[in-house]
């Protein structure tokens, strides 16, 4: 019995009181009043001393006598090594605010109810264990029985094993080693018994498994729990989990101020941007860069930042004593099953940012089922992450790790043909989609079996959408192997699905590498064709209508040289439309005149209903808002009469409403304007391109503005200026800005 345990109880039998009693009036539990009085247990904390000094009803002077005799034991003890204290807190913890605060509101649990556990996980590198540690430091105070952490070693090839983990808990908790229980599961009753009279805080960090933590957490009780992981321990019931990320830019470039010295003076501030995301603004990499950055004062941010930037040497980069990146995501990768493995590093080989089940199951030639299991492996452990619905990333420097596991692990050949079975993949499956939008084909071919759902033009249309990045990776690539053929059917594939999309600049690349391509192929109309559909990318995507232009006469030339008076009436069309964004109003009238005369004697109806419209904008661009009107309802007589495509129909349609609506709304016929649009709006929602609605809402709200509905001609005028914001040649936007501006004033 130690001497505060002799004291407590004297006090006890002086006042007449068993410990059942004590433990009623003081709150207490018995359990610990007993543990206390045979030395089982630690010297109680202040708030514990306070209640049993009110439970027995001692006056100041025994209550200071009593604090007297714990003061003695704890000085007496003070020199023994203490069991599973908190390591050494980092000066520098940077971010992390939300986080922090979601910590601290749990932390404050009722001693009646269950003992609150928040699981933070998340990849390895994101300071995991530091968020956990400056919570612990930043509770301090509201757990007077004490801080506990504990290292799990989850992600060793031998995990702590969970009688050693209750030992060590229950040491720490100052239970006699007599006491302790034999077997693991009365252990764990007996380390949830203990903390249920306690106020203590525990940090069980680098958990391996659910098998491996449930039995260390309390079921009752004020205390609190923290559990860092690598994994997200979905198996544990009834607690919180934070998904921890990376940094924010600012805080990454903070972090680095506050380690190195040189990147704290102003000049280099770009250069610590851009070392921040060079190391993904993950914790860990941008701590080992600090270092690096600090151990070498003849170093500027730049110099770093160059070493940086070699991708092969990155993670070589990141590694400072016996700090590294590439050695952390070692540990988790360690714990892959072999599949899981093989899928980690084949996925280095995906073009894009994200990517989907169907491309990770052609890189591992695997079912979707299985090629799914693997990726939730893989998300388990943090080596990637879930982007949406059904869609995953890397990283950018875990993605780095498998690039360099993929070459440790496969041959050459076994590289390469992995790599091309990925892009005929994407490129079939691409051409497949976007031959849903052009009018010779616009279904789905009856022997299609591919792995993603294409039965409509939206699924379709979605795929290509969402795989953006991943099918124009794998044209760059196919047009670097000189397959010049599979180059070009994939741009041709995308031309009409291409006005959907108008304003995305990457037409331009498309565009440029199906007319390299098809100038290496002796089909020299082809070559035309896509000499004009960089012309269209250059004026309506990349915003170059100089260039545009040119391009265009390159083609006319070519046609005219072919004989082709199909390709000769598109090039003057595409030509019509640089001149006409570039300012040469009356030029590009006269092409598309010009044009319109070639499509009808080559009898490209098609092309011929899309240009007539476009001489009705001209028209009324230059005033002629009657002519205008006129040449609009010619347009919708021919699309009637001639065997237009369904899709280059509606566009056309569509354009000769809405040109016919602008021309009344600049004529000041506002009524018949509203009308036109109106009717209009549906069919442009039907095509899918937001344009066509942006120039429809304006017109709309222009109308009801001069209509005098203000309060409706707002959400029009909203939705314009939204819809027409990746700009337009025509000033719409700046014209949308400034009639919602006037409605504002």
């Not at 006090?11 to 059942?20: D, H, I, V």
């Not at 000499?531 to 004026?539: D, M």
């Not at 499509?599 to 009324?620: E, F, K, S, T, V």
């Amino acid at each position: 019995m130690s001497e505060f345990g002799a004291h407590l109880r004297g006090l006890r039998q002086a006042a007449g009181l068993t410990m059942e009693q004590l433990a009623e009036a003081s709150g207490v539990s018995a359990r610990a009043i007993s543990d206390m009085e045979r030395g089982h247990s630690r010297a109680p904390q202040a708030r514990t001393l306070a209640a049993l000094a009110d439970g027995l009803g001692l006056d100041a002077a025994q209550t200071g006598a009593l604090w007297e005799v714990v003061q003695g034991q704890r000085t007496t003890s003070a020199g023994r090594p203490r069991i599973c204290e908190l390591p050494r807190s980092i000066g520098d913890f940077v971010g992390r605010t939300p986080e922090l605060a979601l910590l601290t509101a749990r932390a404050g649990g009722d001693a009646t109810g269950p003992a609150p556990v928040v699981v933070v996980h998340g990849q390895a590198g994101l300071g995991k264990t530091t968020l956990a540690l400056r919570a612990a430091e930043d509770l301090a105070g509201n757990f007077p029985d004490g801080q506990f952490y504990l290292d799990l070693r989850g992600t060793d090839p031998e995990p702590m094993d969970v009688g050693e983990a209750l030992l060590r808990l229950l040491r720490a908790l100052d239970v006699s080693p007599r006491r302790i229980a034999e077997t693991d599961e009365e252990r764990s009753s007996q380390l949830r018994a203990v903390l249920r009279d306690r106020r203590c805080l525990l940090v069980l960090d680098n958990a391996g498994s659910e098998a491996q933590v449930r039995p260390l957490l309390p079921d009752a009780g004020a205390g609190f729990t923290i559990v860092t992981s690598r994994r997200v321990l979905g198996g544990l019931e009834g607690v919180l989990r934070i998904a921890l990320g990376p940094l924010q830019p600012a805080e990454s470039a903070s972090l680095l101020r506050g380690i190195a010295e040189q990147a704290t003076a102003p000049k280099s501030w770009h250069a610590v941007d851009a070392v921040a995301r060079l190391c993904g603004h993950l914790p860990l990499a941008l701590r080992i860069a600090g270092t690096r950055l600090a151990t070498r004062p003849a170093w500027t941010v730049e110099t770093l930042q160059d070493r940086l930037a070699d991708t092969d040497r990155r993670l070589a980069t990141l590694k400072t004593g016996d700090l590294g990146v590439a050695a952390a995501f070692a540990l988790s990768h360690a714990q892959l099953s072999a599949p899981a493995k093989a899928l980690f590093r084949r996925l280095a080989h995906v073009p894009g940012v994200d990517f989907a089940p169907p491309l990770a199951s052609v890189l591992t030639g695997t079912d979707l089922d299985e090629v799914t299991d693997g990726l939730d492996e893989l998300v388990e452990l943090g080596l990637l992450l879930p982007e949406g619905f059904e869609r995953y990333r890397f990283h950018d420097l875990i993605r780095l790790f498998a690039e360099q596991q993929l070459r440790n692990e496969e041959s050459a050949g076994v590289r390469s043909a992995t790599h091309r079975s990925m892009v005929d993949w994407l490129l079939q499956t691409a051409i497949v989609a976007g031959r849903w939008f052009e009018p010779a084909y616009g279904r789905l071919p009856d022997d299609w079996a591919g792995l993603v759902p294409l039965a409509t033009m939206e699924q379709a249309g979605d795929w290509l959408r969402d795989e953006t990045d991943n099918w124009i990776g794998a044209l760059r690539a196919a047009a670097a192997d000189g397959r010049h053929q599979l180059v070009v059917d994939v741009a041709e594939a995308m031309h009409w699905y291409s006005d959907k999309t108008v304003r995305r600049a990457h037409w331009y690349d498309v565009y440029r590498l199906s007319r390299t391509a098809a100038s290496a192929l002796p089909d020299r109309r082809q070559e035309a064709v896509h000499i004009n559909y960089l012309s269209w990318a250059a004026t309506h995507c990349a915003r170059r209508p100089d260039e545009g232009a040119e391009v265009a006469m390159q083609g006319h030339r070519l046609a005219v040289e072919l004989g082709d008076v199909k390709e000769q009436a598109w090039a003057l069309r595409y030509a019509g439309d640089a001149w006409r964004n570039g300012g040469q109003s009356e030029r590009a009238l006269g092409a598309y005149r010009q044009a319109c005369r070639l499509a009808d004697q080559a009898g490209d109806h098609d092309g011929y209903a899309q240009l007539r419209p476009a001489i009705a904008m001209m028209l009324n661009f230059l005033g002629r808002h009657d002519d205008a009107l006129t040449e609009c309802a010619a347009a919708l007589r021919e699309i009637d009469a001639r065997p237009v495509a369904p899709r280059p129909a509606l566009s056309a349609r569509i354009c000769a409403h809405a040109i016919t609506a602008r021309a009344l709304a600049d004529a000041g016929r506002w009524t018949e304007a509203l009308h036109e649009a109106e009717r209009a709006m549906p069919m442009a929602t039907e095509f899918g391109y937001g344009g066509y609605r942006g120039d429809l809402h304006l017109t709309m709200g222009r109308a009801r503005v001069a209509l005098g509905l203000i309060e409706q001609a707002r959400p029009d005028l909203t939705r314009a200026v939204e819809l027409l914001g990746a700009g337009s040649f025509r000033d719409d936007e700046k014209l949308a800005r400034a009639a919602l501006a006037a409605l504002d004033a």
